[in-house]
């Protein structure tokens, strides 16, 4: 065939590919596209009327103050505005009541995901490449942590005191709260139609309920407000206020963040610039890109609420080299951590959009966790003392001091502890607490110390003599500590089974009575024997010797 | 007609004359349209034809004649067409993507995910903007290796193979600004690695202790960026490079490269191209069926040959239809190669990019794999040194090979194919054997930890390489007592090298540049 020939049918057959491609370029682009097959199987559950109403076209929420430019509602057609969800449909259904419209704030800002994209796998996040897949359905409440980064919780145990009283008197009977109770009886009969209560934390409730409650007893013949109200006690009026205080539609967020603030995990690591220094910033663990985490002792899903389950489980497994120790959690309390961590998803918004909550805390330095001591030490103090103050021995850690031990607390003063709380242990494990701007305030110091004092139930000591009143020989008391105590407390006091008694803070802020009874009458529980009676594995030592070893301790001290 | 007869009353219930002219004119318009676009008419006679193309504004850079042996697909494989067409078709997606493409760090990302998912045929059109770029860099790459072996360098075509270098550079130049563009993590840490490359002559200034009075490198890398890091100054500066400066630098260049053709003489063919090309086929009318009256607008003196004296027409063909229709198939073959990678492969686009995040391992765009390589031992010999070197020993071959044996023939000059073959052998010995005595060994730094970096940039595998390549070249010359000899080996090596160094560079180095036999070996993170 000569050459133009050949030109010729080079010509033809490529010109011929390339129209068949364009239209196959133009049918996948205008027909077969997945939103749009989605939006035409729409239309086909539509009733009739509707139906001719119905176009099909790319629609999407648009706000820019919150950088959404979000397609989801090309494929979620039930919600988007102006279409009427199909009941029960997984895809097409109606966005369930919440509190914010998503036409106005998008749903990328909640849920996660690329807005932007118009496939599924694109959209949903859980194409590679897309750092913030979706949340879960289950655990799509921990998106409201993305702007709602200060979200008050109260005590936890009052929490769910609260709550069963809510159960137990009956409220349920006419009010709904978080998708149960109300009025509907079995039968359609009527009843009551009382209030929702699932926001009132937000919205604002009447606070003489109980007495209107009771009024209305009073005044009516028959029917619920005879059979539903009863008397209920002021403390647990309290505590159901506490309860309602914490309804801001997000009850499972404020559980687990209140389960959160009972395990100490502020005593190592910040959220929002409040906590500990030894573990990693928490603040937006939520936004952490799960592609880019190690999932070789990770079993199940490379998804980033199975990472940080597992982490739970086995810290050193996940995390080669980590500090963290297992901790002994249930399931339950992985799960709510889990929901927990998911939400510190800290994004910036405009303050336009700022939450109360957010304002509150970022302001005027409001406490996201409740202001008694008990939350304060489950929040800072519990990982590492015990949550009554029993101490902890993890595997491969020296040993937690018990805090709440009744001996220590029989010698120790509220200022010792107060100003072990505010200064810790220089060198050792112990934070200074007050001191930094994570830790704690000279008010929440005071709750945390009463807290502690109570665990051991005996009384202070009565502090009658002047902090340094030994006179005994320090040539005399290095030898005697040589012999009798450097075993434990190391030859310097640098602190080996023992704690460090060659530390500042211990020995400007320890009387000298703490030091002295201490070595009198030891500290039962610990390995820490009392010298003053004899034993078996220690030499008895008169007080003249003990206070000569405390004057030698003296001599570590820095003054001024 | 006479004055008075357009004043004519109509008669009474009939068209007037002028209304019958108009209607006939009316009708007359498709006829008269196409009569007017073709000013000398249908190109159905060899003259015809011959005013088809010098009349035409675009067409007339063609010859109206073209010979026979340039027609052959064997001659060039259509690959300058092909570079061009890939050329054209990113112009104009380019221009398509432009309309939605905003160059600043803040919106381009979004923007490019705009375009892809919603903007109408977005998706589509900036895959082919992607895979017509790839098309283009490797069809500039196989032209200038067809060019080579054909030999079609020689004299007096010397200074097109030097603007066929320039556009070679201007090439790459196009891709790498554009890939910068989408603003992602593979966009921001490739052009990284492109500016630490540009700022590698401080590797020699440090050396010799001069870079606080002399700082080609930093110069060079701030020049690059417009700042000291990557940001809106580079996003803008390259976007500028890739939509405005380079396509006129480009379009001008290709412009001189095809007006050289013409006054070169055509393709470069072989002495007997006359003889090997045959009797043309009795259909096809070689002489002028008319007497010409005028075949050329313009007559000069010129000196040299042009390639119309002394010679009948005989052995070539008009431009039109013949030379048209190999561009036009070429054409669209390349749109129809683009349009199946694009329906079947997406632009890639990673994570927004994150400069605290590096990329490991942050890899250059693939033409610049095997540089990279190289970089790893030295920035400044690999990323600058040796492309001096390679660039300059191109440009230089028109110029030292002054010899005649062979031009237009594949593989023409003294060896021919079994010196290429051999040379092939060669240079894949030597880059393999490099290779792997530096991935298994290591390098100078394994024994002697202390010594100074300038050993290093003076003595690495690339430098090691291009002696080998050069010294064997140089062994060939003398074998064979021929420059072009010479020059084929060591243009054989080159592309040998080249093509192992990329393909190493991009399949078998992962984390920290380490060597993995597959990327399912890459440790986690």
């Known amino acids: ?560 | 007609m006479t004055a008075g007869s357009s004043r004519s009353t109509a008669p009474a219930g009939g068209a007037t004359p002028a209304m019958q002219r108009f209607l006939h004119n009316l009708r007359a318009v498709p006829r008269q349209f196409r009569a007017s676009l073709l000013r000398s008419g249908a190109p159905t006679t060899d003259r015809s034809r011959s005013s088809f193309v010098f009349g035409n504004l675009f067409l007339h850079l063609h010859a109206v004649r073209v010979h026979r042996w340039t027609l052959r697909w064997a001659t060039t494989w259509g690959l300058g067409i092909m570079a061009l067409s890939a050329f054209l078709l990113t112009l104009i997606t380019g221009i398509l993507l432009m309309f939605y493409y905003k160059p600043y760090p803040a919106v381009a990302y979004d923007s490019i995910k705009d375009i892809h998912f919603v903007v109408p045929t977005g998706q589509f059109m900036r895959n082919i903007h992607r895979w017509a770029a790839q098309v283009m860099v490797v069809a500039v790459i196989l032209h200038m290796a067809r060019v080579f072996f054909t030999a079609a360098y020689r004299a007096p075509r010397e200074y097109n193979w030097v603007i066929g270098m320039a556009l070679l550079v201007v090439t790459l130049g196009l891709s790498f600004t554009g890939y910068l563009l989408p603003w992602d993590q593979l966009a921001y840490w490739a052009i990284t690695i492109g500016a630490n490359i540009a700022q590698s002559p401080r590797e020699v200034t440090d050396a010799l202790g001069l870079t606080a009075f002399f700082d080609p490198g930093g110069l060079q890398r701030f020049i690059l960026l417009g700042s000291d890091d990557i940001g809106e100054e580079a996003l803008i500066r390259f976007y500028l490079l890739h939509v405005m400066i380079l396509p006129l630098a480009l379009a001008a260049l290709v412009g001189v490269h095809f007006w050289r053709i013409r006054k070169d003489g055509g393709m470069a063919k072989p002495a007997d191209a006359d003889e090997r090309v045959g009797a043309p086929d009795v259909q096809t009318y070689p002489v002028f069926t008319e007497a010409p009256t005028r075949t050329y607008h313009l007559a000069a003196i010129v000196r040299g040959r042009t390639p119309a004296v002394g010679r009948g027409p005989e052995r070539t063909l008009p431009a039109m239809p013949h030379l048209f229709y190999a561009e036009l198939g070429v054409f669209m073959l390349t749109v129809l190669v683009c349009l199946v990678l694009s329906l079947v492969s997406d632009a890639p686009l990673k994570e927004l990019a994150n400069p605290a995040v590096p990329e490991n391992p942050a890899k250059a765009p693939w033409y610049f794999l095997g540089l990279q390589e190289l970089v790893a031992y030295s920035a400044f010999m690999g990323g600058m040194g040796i492309p001096m070197i390679v660039i300059l020993g191109l440009l230089l071959i028109p110029y030292l090979d002054r010899e005649t044996d062979g031009t237009g023939d594949w593989f023409g000059g003294p060896g021919g194919l079994s010196l290429v073959l051999r040379s092939v052998v060669v240079g894949l010995v030597a880059v393999l054997a490099i290779e792997a005595f530096a991935i298994r060994f290591g390098w100078i730094r394994e024994w002697f930890p202390h010594v100074p970096q300038i050993v290093i940039t003076l003595v690495n595998p690339g430098t090691v390489l291009t002696a080998i390549y050069a010294a064997y070249s140089v062994w060939l010359v003398r074998r064979y007592d021929s420059t072009r000899a010479g020059a084929l080996g060591l243009f054989t090596c080159f592309l040998c090298g080249f093509l192992v160094l990329t393909i190493v560079g991009t399949h078998f180095r992962g984390p920290n540049w380490d060597f993995f036999w597959s990327p399912s070996q890459w440790p986690v993170h």
């Open chain 1, 1 to 560: 065939m000569n050459t133009l020939r050949a030109n010729k049918w080079l010509l033809l057959a490529s010109s011929v590919g390339t129209l068949v491609l364009l239209g196959v370029a133009a049918y996948r682009e205008n027909v077969s596209r997945e939103w749009r097959r989605l939006q035409r199987d729409y239309a086909a559950k539509l009733p009739p009327a509707q139906q001719a109403a119905f176009t099909v076209q790319l629609r999407q929420v648009y706000n820019p103050a919150l950088h959404a430019s979000d397609r989801c509602i090309s494929c979620h057609v039930g919600m988007a505005a102006g279409e009427t969800g199909i009941k029960g449909d997984r895809v097409f259904g109606s966005h369930p009541d919440v509190v914010h419209d998503p036409l106005q704030y998008g749903c990328v800002v909640c849920h996660g995901g690329q807005g932007r994209a118009t496939e599924q796998a694109d959209a949903h996040g859980t194409a590679p490449f897309w750092p913030e897949p979706m949340l879960t359905r289950t655990a799509s409440v921990a998106g409201c942590g993305a702007c709602h980064t200060h979200v008050a919780v109260p005590k936890l145990d009052e929490l769910r005191h609260g709550q069963a009283l809510v159960e137990r008197n009956d409220c349920l009977a006419c009010h709904g709260l978080d998708n149960r109770g109300g009025t509907l009886r079995p039968g359609g009969a009527p009843g009551v139609q009382a209030p929702d209560l699932s926001r009132v934390g937000a919205k604002g409730y009447t606070r003489d309920w109980y007495a209107h409650h009771m009024r209305e007893r009073a005044a009516a013949s028959g029917g619920p407000w005879r059979t539903s109200m009863g008397e209920i006690s002021p403390q647990d009026q309290r505590l159901i206020n506490v309860f309602l205080d914490s309804r801001v539609g997000a009850p499972r967020l404020v559980d687990a963040k209140a389960v959160f603030h009972t395990l100490g995990c502020r005593g190592c690591h910040k959220i929002g610039g409040v906590g500990g220094d030894d573990g990693p910033d928490l603040s937006r663990e939520g936004e952490k890109d799960p592609a880019r985490l190690d999932y070789t002792h990770v079993p199940g899903d490379h998804t980033l609420a199975n990472w940080l389950g597992q982490h739970f489980r086995a810290p050193g497994a996940v995390a080669p080299g980590s500090l963290m120790p297992v901790l002994g959690l249930s399931e339950e309390q992985i799960n709510a951590l889990v929901l927990y961590l998911q939400s510190l998803r800290r994004s910036s918004y405009p303050e336009a959009y700022w939450p109360k909550d957010r304002v509150l805390a970022q302001r005027f330095g409001a406490r996201e966790f409740a202001a008694d001591g008990a939350t304060l030490y489950g929040t800072f103090c519990a990982a590492c003392h015990g949550l009554r103050g029993e101490g902890m021995r993890y595997p491969g850690m020296a040993a937690f001091p018990a805090i709440g031990n009744p001996d220590f607390l029989a010698v120790a003063s509220d200022r010792f502890i107060s100003a072990t709380v505010q200064h810790g242990r220089p060198g050792r494990r112990m934070p200074a607490w007050g001191a930094a701007e994570g830790g704690l305030r000279p008010a929440e110091v005071e709750a945390v110390v009463a807290h502690v004092r109570g665990f051991g139930g005996v009384a202070p000591p009565a502090e009658s003599e002047p902090a340094r009143w030994v006179r005994g020989n320090a040539d005399d008391g290095q030898r005697l500590y040589a012999a009798n105590c450097a075993s434990c407390h190391g030859p310097q006091g640098e602190g080996k089974e023992g704690p460090q008694l060659h530390n500042q803070v211990l020995l400007t802020h320890a009387t000298d009575r703490y030091l002295v009874e201490t070595v009198r009458r030891g500290r039962r529980g610990t390995s820490m024997p009392g010298f003053a009676n004899p034993g078996s594995a220690h030499r008895q030592l008169a007080d003249a010797e003990i206070e000569a070893i405390v004057t030698f301790l003296r001599t570590w001290e820095v003054k001024g």
